[in-house]
């Protein structure tokens, strides 16, 4: 966007409005907010607003919709999909609520915590931490992630297995929609009969319908029991089969169950060093699970997983593993997991897929995507780590062995998650599993999505952004908004 008449007269309002804190236009300070996490989309904005309060939110909100001044909101830019980067024209604003970042009020008792947008999750988890509580929602970015980025996007993380996504644990919601009202419904009620439930629309709609300033999220009393394990086994298929099993042993205390190949393993070794394999012999593929228990008795929670893993090596289910000694040892196998897709990046170009399909079917998904991927792609590696224990995993596909990052990514790349698609379609499972539509996935969606979801969708859309400011060319289809 030039900076016209219409677009002076705006930016000067906003300076009036939010003060010397509350808006820039100096490239050096927007620059580092202007790429994606993974750095594959770069734009370019009128302005960086960063407001402090709700109501700065609305009266901002309401100033972008009387100039018709489009809105890209965003939290910690940890998103991978592309969803809180403003496109190249410079149209937009680029609306930041790293600045509400208060807790604005905690009961242990009642197990409720309402958050601001700009809450980072680890402060969160250190907070609730404090007073022997937790919120039982984590990812890897969890350093950086913020509460409002992580229920626009419906974030799910390690736990889902147990808590489910993020919407599970909102319990309450405030937002700003796009003609600057205040959506206030912040309260919990664990009963509310009066239609329809409006914080669930806005949980996951990735900014196109509202702009969340808060939350009320719910917390869990602290584990006080953690066990933590690592297992070699020769195949997904036994790795189904044994989270079948500890689910049957442990019941609610299974909390996760992640799978790891042995190419990611390696990758995350190669790529920290100072990293150690839980194992002495290389496995094909790893499970790294994870129970908790309420009760202070480590030891007989201990004892069940032993019990357990012991059935399910007479059943020939793995091949080895280990039990943590301590929380550190936990941590250290936490940390190879967390650290896969940083490694796999350094590795050199590759498409990335966070896909679904039912739980049961998955396993029988990989073996038959990954092979046909690289047959159908010669000199591609396709890998799949992640959440089987809720059907979501990234199936990344990497690029053959001299690729141009970027240029790879933009012609064969493009081929290769359109193939990977198609075929999650034809398995009945979905093609955002818990990162969202973003930029990245937009046509994507447009192509395989159910025609009549997808209308149902942008009827919402125009009825509560008719204008189109709010992240425009996100999640749906549509012309991008321009300033008047």
């Not at 997904?236 to 996760?256: H, K, P, Y």
């Not at 093609?431 to 999505?449: D, F, N, T, W």
């Amino acid at each position: 966007m030039q900076t016209t008449v219409h677009a002076r007269t705006f930016l000067d309002e906003a300076a009036r409005l939010l003060g010397p804190r509350g808006i820039t236009t100096d490239p050096e300070r927007m620059d580092g907010w202007l790429t994606d996490w993974r750095g594959r989309y770069t734009g370019r904005a009128l302005a960086m607003a960063s407001p402090a309060t709700t109501q700065e939110v609305a009266k901002l909100v309401g100033l972008c919709a009387a100039h018709r001044v489009p809105i890209v909101p965003q939290g910690g830019n940890s998103g991978m999909a592309g969803g809180a980067t403003p496109d190249e024209t410079g149209n937009a604003l680029l609306l930041s609520l790293r600045r509400m970042n208060r807790i604005r009020s905690f009961d242990a008792d009642a197990g409720q915590i309402v958050c601001e947008a700009g809450v980072i999750l680890q402060h969160l988890h250190d907070t609730a931490q404090e007073a022997g509580m937790r919120f039982p929602l984590t990812l890897g970015g969890k350093g950086s992630a913020t509460i409002g980025g992580l229920v626009s996007t419906n974030a799910g993380g390690t736990q889902v297995l147990r808590h489910g996504t993020m919407r599970t644990q909102v319990l309450g919601l405030e937002a700003v929609l796009a003609n600057g009202e205040v959506f206030d419904a912040l309260t919990p009620l664990k009963k509310d009969n009066r239609g329809f439930d409006l914080k669930q629309l806005l949980i996951g709609s990735e900014g196109t319908l509202g702009i969340v300033t808060a939350v009320t999220l719910r917390l869990l009393p602290a584990p006080v029991g953690r066990v933590t394990a690592w297992a070699g086994l020769a195949s997904i298929t036994s790795a189904r089969s044994l989270l079948r099993r500890v689910e049957l042993d442990l019941g609610e205390a299974l909390e996760g169950f992640e799978v790891v190949p042995a190419h990611c393993l390696d990758s995350v070794l190669a790529h920290q060093p100072s990293a150690r394999a839980p194992l002495t012999d290389r496995h094909a593929w790893n499970a790294l699970i994870e129970c908790v228990s309420a009760s202070n008795d480590s030891a007989a929670l201990r004892e069940r997983l032993e019990i357990s893993l012991a059935a399910a090596l007479d059943e020939g289910l793995f091949a080895d593993a280990v039990i943590a000694a301590n929380d550190r040892q936990g941590e250290d196998f936490w940390h190879l997991r967390d650290s896969i897709s940083a490694a796999e990046r350094a590795l050199g170009p590759a498409m990335q897929h966070d896909i679904s399909v039912p739980v049961e079917k998955m396993p029988e998904f990989i073996l038959a995507a990954s092979p046909l991927i690289e047959a159908e792609f010669p000199g591609t590696c396709a890998v799949a780590f992640g959440h089987l224990g809720d059907g979501n995993v990234h199936f990344h596909v990497l690029a053959p062995a001299g690729a141009t990052r970027g240029t790879w990514e933009e012609t064969q790349g493009k081929a290769v998650s359109a193939r990977v698609h198609d075929l999650v379609s034809e398995w009945g499972g979905s093609i955002s599993a818990e990162h969202g539509i973003g930029q990245m996935k937009v046509a994507e969606l447009a192509r395989l999505h159910d025609p009549v979801a997808l209308a149902m969708m942008t009827s919402v859309k125009q009825a509560l952004d008719p204008m189109g400011l709010l992240n425009p060319g996100k999640l749906l289809m549509s012309t991008p908004a321009a300033c008047t």
